[in-house]
C-alpha cells in the first residue's frame, strides 16, 4: 500500500512570491491535514479537508489556503510568502480524520 | 498553557535500558491518543495509536493512556541506537475533526 506523496520535496522560493504544494493520500482515505513544522512552534495544525470540504481551520492568516479535489488529493497554497514562512509542510492522511493519521515526508520550502 | 504538554529532553540512554516517555494534557475530549518518531529532515512516523484509556503494546513499545489523570506515556524496552530520533506525542477527539495537536517532542539518543 503506498504512503502519502508530498511533491515536491524542496522548495527555494523569493519573498513575496506564491506556492502550491500537492499531497496525495493513502488509498482510501478521505481526510487530509497540513501542518507547519518550524524548529521554535513545532507541529502546527493549518487545516483539514474531508471529502472536498474544509472541515477544520487553524490560526494562520489567510494568506494560508487548500483546496481537495474529488479523489482525495489535496493543495495547498501560500500567497505573498514572507520569511517566517519556511518550514517544513506536512500532510497527513487518515481514513476520517480522527483516527490514527500517517504523514508524508513533507515539503520543506525556504524563502529567502 | 499549551493544551498538551511532552516532558523536555533531550534523553540520552545507553543501549538496552528502559525508556520513558511522557506527555500531559488539558483537554478532556481528546480521545485518540498516538505516538510518532521522527527523524531528522523526515515526516514523523506513526509508531502507536490507543483509543481512549488502557495499555497496547506492540514487540517492543508500549503505550499507557490515563484518562483520568490526563496522562499517557511510551515506554520503549530494549533500546537499540536505531531508535535514536524525536518522539512526539499526539491527541486528537471532540470536535476537531482532523487536528490532532502536538507536544513539543523529546529528542532521544541511545548511545551503543
Known amino acids: 500500500k503506498a504512503g502519502v506523496t508530498q511533491t515536491p520535496r524542496y ?3 523569493t519573498r513575496g512570491q506564491q506556492v502550491t504544494l500537492s499531497c496525495s493520500p493513502i488509498s482510501g482515505h478521505r481526510s487530509v491535514s497540513w501542518y507547519q513544522q518550524t524548529p521554535g512552534q513545532g507541529l502546527q495544525f493549518l487545516f483539514e479537508y474531508f471529502s472536498e ?5 487553524g490560526n494562520f492568516p489567510g494568506r494560508f489556503s487548500g483546496r481537495q479535489f474529488s479523489n482525495s488529493r489535496s493543495e495547498m497554497n501560500v500567497s505573498t510568502l514572507e520569511l517566517g514562512d519556511s518550514a517544513l509542510y506536512l500532510c497527513a492522511s487518515s481514513f476520517q480524520g480522527h483516527t490514527e493519521a500517517f504523514f508524508g515526508q513533507g515539503t520543506r520550502l525556504t524563502v529567502v | 498553557q499549551k493544551e498538551v504538554e511532552q516532558d523536555p529532553g533531550p534523553l540520552s540512554v545507553p543501549e538496552g535500558a528502559i525508556v520513558s516517555l511522557n506527555c500531559t494534557y488539558s483537554n478532556s475530549a481528546f480521545q485518540y491518543f498516538m505516538w510518532y518518531r521522527q527523524y531528522s529532515r523526515k515526516g514523523p512516523e506513526l509508531l502507536m495509536y490507543t483509543y481512549s484509556s488502557g495499555n497496547k503494546e506492540d514487540g517492543r513499545f508500549t503505550a499507557q493512556v490515563d484518562k483520568s489523570s490526563k ?10 541506537p536505531s531508535d535514536s530520533a524525536t518522539y512526539l506525542c499526539a491527541m486528537s477527539g471532540g470536535t476537531n475533526a482532523g487536528k490532532s495537536t ?11
Open chain 1, 11 to 13: 522548495l527555494i522560493k
Open chain 1, 53 to 57: 470540504t474544509q472541515r477544520n481551520k
Open chain 2, 71 to 80: 496522562y499517557i506515556s511510551l515506554f520503549i524496552r530494549d533500546s537499540q
Open chain 2, 102 to 112: 502536538f507536544g513539543d517532542g523529546t529528542t532521544l539518543t541511545v548511545k551503543p
